[in-house]
């Protein structure tokens, strides 16, 4: 596990650890009864926990563990686990619960744009990324401005995919597309050409800027 995200977890855990994980969920009777977490796969688990299967503080005690398995597994989906929270109305968890959560997620974002393709766990690309912390965070300009900073190959090659996907009909958070049409997204993506026009990626990254500059052309 990559350093950061090792300790963007290990403070999850040392933050949800008054949450203690019981062995045993109660489970709605009618739907499925007592549920034995060891014994169930956390994609099943999390379709029903919090609502069918335990508590909130059961939320809360297996916080540490889901978001581990997210990005280092395959077996859970995103969208599903930060629904999950969305429900319990993190944005209403004390002040270092909602902090340790939302480190996690940074530093998710910053190994996200570090390699292309991705090797994130069950997060598969920018797009995917920003969809799902869109309407978890409420607000995705940390995100972005980051992506500003974050320079080389890789993470212009996400705004690439991010910019075929999305004129091949993909849908963004207007958020995003407000930082697509600004003139110094095209810019980037005019200077990675240049400087990789001899690598294999190359002519994405040349696409990517005319099907920008066009898109914006046709917008205003």
Do not use: N
């Not at 300790?7 to 739907?31: I, K, M, N, Q, S």
């Not at 190359?202 to 917008?219: E, G, I, N, P, T």
């Amino acid at each position: 596990m990559d350093d950061g995200l090792a300790a963007a977890v290990g403070r999850l855990r040392e933050t949800f650890a008054r949450y203690p994980r019981r062995a045993v969920l109660e489970g709605c009777p009618h739907c499925r009864g007592s549920v034995l977490v060891d014994e169930h796969d956390l994609f099943s688990l999390t379709i029903g926990l919090g609502g069918t299967v335990g508590t909130g503080d059961d939320v809360k005690s297996l916080v540490p563990l889901l978001l581990e398995r997210l990005a280092t597994g395959d077996e859970l989906v995103p969208s599903m686990v930060f629904s999950l929270l969305v429900q319990q109305g993190w944005r209403t968890w004390p002040p270092a619960e909602q902090e340790a959560v939302g480190g996690y997620l940074m530093v998710v974002w910053r190994l996200l744009l570090a390699e292309h393709p991705p090797r994130v766990g069950s997060f598969c690309d920018a797009a995917e990324f920003l969809g799902v912390a869109g309407g978890f965070s409420g607000s995705l300009g940390l995100f972005l401005h980051d992506w500003d900073a974050i320079r080389g190959s890789a993470a212009d090659r996400h705004i690439a995919d991010l910019v075929i996907g999305w004129v091949s009909g993909a849908q963004l958070p207007a958020a995003v597309l407000s930082w697509l049409h600004r003139d110094v997204v095209r810019d980037r993506l005019y200077d990675a050409f240049e400087r990789d026009h001899d690598a294999p990626w190359a002519d994405d990254l040349a696409r990517a800027y005319d099907l920008l500059a066009w898109q914006v052309r046709s917008d205003r």
